[in-house]
């Protein structure tokens, strides 16, 4: 990954700890994941996810710029405060964002796909979010890229490895994509740092943010989705109403995945419901 600033300190309103184990108890209120059928995805997890430091410091730094750019700091102020030479990628951005975030906004670059095999929306999701950096893949390149199965795309392989993470700064030119672990029953802190970290990327940065969802029966689902268990990945490339809206697209649109006709293009949720959703795997932004 790309390292950037270092030494910033981590601002307290967006303080999301990275769980030990991002599956949290199997009490929590949402119904436990079942398992799902042979050649659909499972966003597998190899060990217990974890960040390496390099991974930790990178968080630090970039959640010090996202609250940076939601106070309209100026670029000396952040120089002055972080003590940091050249700046690069988002902490750039957000040095020399001065005016309020807009209350919405969308990247239009990004584009959605709808994934050719079932287990595909990882590679479906990484051919999406590149788009933002002018790149275009296949999602076969995609799934060589994210190591993808026919038990679909890891969220986590051990080690410190989150593939999603590594394929998309494949793209990124100097942007750092940061994994966030979260935890089965992610919390309002949880939330409030997920809507800053969607509001910089894509108002200020110009990236999309890729979603590893856990829908159960019984709880919350993405737009269209059946009442079951699934396994998914969403390319997250917008925001409304403040960051209280979500924009999200689906690679199940389109496809031929046997429930597939209800689910839209691009879909607006609550944000406090995707995040939900994210629970017990995470995102990358």
């Not at 990945?233 to 109403?241: E, H, L, P, S, T």
Request: hydrophobic fraction near 40%; charged fraction near 20%.
């Amino acid at each position: 990954m790309h390292l950037a600033v270092a030494g910033a300190a981590l601002p307290a309103l967006l303080l999301a700890a990275q769980p030990a184990w991002a599956g949290g108890s199997t009490a929590a209120p949402r119904n436990a994941a079942g398992p799902v059928a042979s050649g659909e995805e499972q966003s597998p997890v190899v060990g217990t996810p974890t960040l390496t430091a390099a991974q930790r410091t990178s968080a630090a730094a970039k959640d010090a710029a996202v609250a940076r750019v939601l106070r309209g700091d100026q670029q000396r102020t952040f120089r002055a405060a972080t003590g940091a030479g050249p700046l690069r990628g988002s902490m750039r951005a957000a040095a020399s964002a001065a005016d309020p975030l807009p209350t919405h906004r969308s990247i239009k670059a990004i584009t959605q796909q709808a994934q050719v095999r079932s287990y595909w929306c990882g590679p479906a999701t990484l051919a999406m979010l590149v788009q933002a950096d002018d790149a275009s893949i296949s999602q076969t390149t995609a799934a060589k890229r994210l190591h993808t199965t026919s038990n679909g795309t890891n969220w986590y392989s051990g080690a410190g490895s989150y593939p999603m993470e590594a394929a998309l700064e494949r793209y990124s030119g100097d942007f750092d994509y940061t994994p966030q672990n979260l935890p089965y029953t992610p919390s309002k802190a949880d939330t409030a740092a997920f809507k800053g970290r969607l509001m910089t990327d894509v108002a200020v940065d110009r990236h999309g943010i890729a979603g590893n969802a856990v829908e159960v029966r019984n709880g919350p689902h993405l737009d269209g989705h059946p009442n079951r268990t699934i396994y998914h990945w969403v390319a997250v490339r917008g925001y409304d109403d403040d960051g209280d809206t979500t924009r999200y697209a689906d690679s199940v649109s389109g496809s031929n995945i046997s429930w597939s006709a209800p689910v839209a293009r691009y879909n607006e949720i609550d944000t406090d419901k995707i995040v939900t959703i994210f629970g017990a795997r995470g995102y990358v932004w």
